[in-house]
């Protein structure tokens, strides 16, 4: 029971850290999206993109695998 919560406390802290990592990196993707240059638009969507399927993917293997 103990080892369960452990383990479950474990998992909430490191998923609120890669929470915390995926807002800084949407923010940096939302500022090149405002940036006049079709290469740092581009770069901002390609960005999103990645932070949205590396997210799922994070999440998923902390949640199932740890």
Known sequence: MARDLVKQFWKSLLSIVVVMLLYEGMVTAFHLLNLPSDLSVFAGVC????????GFIVFRFIWRRI
């Open 47 to 54: 960005l999103l993109l990645c932070l949205a399927a590396g």
